[in-house]
């Protein structure tokens, strides 16, 4: 293993050609910089060094050595630049998995913090329900993501979920449906249809109504909020949606009211220990002050 500052001797004395002219560029005195040269030597088996009257100059394998050298001191200075420049939030890039109606809503608002705060600093998106977030979390796929969870649903193991605030689900009809009070659960549907969301937003459905007394007769289910509205408008069935698919998209055609008690997590979810890059975290910073305004305007 070549020591790097052996080879940083050799490069001074390959670029300023004389040994003295080498201490003074790397701030050593000059027996200093002999020894390393003579270690270098001595490390990698081959005559590097030549003398000529009371000099030296670079034998063939020394001036491959020192080319060498040069590339691997500037990818080394390269990517200490590159580090410092993340660790101060000049630049750097932060993947990040988010649920669609996060992303529609959470995610615009803090992408635009992060502009004013940390302008060096970009945010790489991918939508992701919060199962396949998890999956590229673990993969190393994304540094970050946004994702929900229901009461009944436990985080998965290996990962650390940060709660930001609680989502309302909205029961959602078309115009001249009678929802019911906002007191109301959700026993006057049981003979009514249902569309649902998600494989996890539908567990919560049979839930929900399982409290209620009944199972709900499925007709339709799509993972697009806007669709699923779309259904209900037309009047195919009722459905149960979160705050934020509402806030992102509310179909003109339909009507809504507050399920009591009934809520989603929105939440951060990191993986491994902390502390995590400072890039991540002021990621996962802009996305709690987004829900701060969010909860305050609520």
């Known amino acids: 293993m070549i020591d790097l500052r ?10 300023t050609g004389t040994v003295s002219a080498a201490a003074a560029r790397l701030q050593y005195g000059q027996p200093t910089i002999s020894h390393h040269l003579r270690r270098l030597e001595a490390e ?6 030549q003398r000529v009257g009371r000099g030296v100059r670079l034998t063939p394998d020394g001036e491959r050595l020192a080319r060498r050298g040069e590339e691997i001191l500037g990818l080394l200075a390269r990517a200490e630049a590159e580090l410092d420049a993340a660790t101060s939030l000049q630049a750097g890039a932060v993947r990040l998995a988010a649920f669609p109606s996060g992303a529609a809503t959470l995610v615009p608002a803090a992408v635009a913090a992060l502009a004013d705060a940390h302008p060096g600093l970009t945010l790489d998106l991918t939508e992701a329900e919060p199962p396949e977030a998890v999956r590229m979390l673990r993969s190393g796929a994304v540094d970050l ?90 009047g195919l069935g009722v459905t149960v949606l979160p705050g934020l698919a509402l806030r992102a998209h509310q179909n003109p055609g339909v009507v809504r009211r507050a399920v009591p008690e009934a809520f989603r997590r929105i939440q951060v979810t990191t993986y491994g220990a902390a502390p995590h890059p400072p890039a991540v975290t002021a990621v996962a910073t802009a996305l709690a002050e987004v829900a701060r305004s969010l909860r305050a305007a609520a």
């Open 6 to 15: 052996r080879l940083e001797a050799l490069v001074a004395l390959h670029q």
């Open 44 to 49: 990698t088996g081959s005559v590097l060094l």
């Open 145 to 234: 993501a946004l994702t929900f969870a229901y009461p009944d649903q436990p985080d998965a193991d290996s990962v650390t979920s940060t709660p930001l605030f609680d989502d309302p689900l909205y029961l959602v009809g078309a115009p001249g449906t009678d929802l019911g009070a906002d007191d109301e659960h959700l026993e006057r549907f049981a003979a009514t249809r249902w569309i649902t969301g998600c494989e996890r937003c539908r567990s919560e459905l049979l839930a929900l109504c399982a409290q209620a007394g009944y199972t709900p007769e499925i007709a339709f289910a799509s993972d697009d909020y806007v669709a699923v509205q779309s259904l209900v408008a037309t």
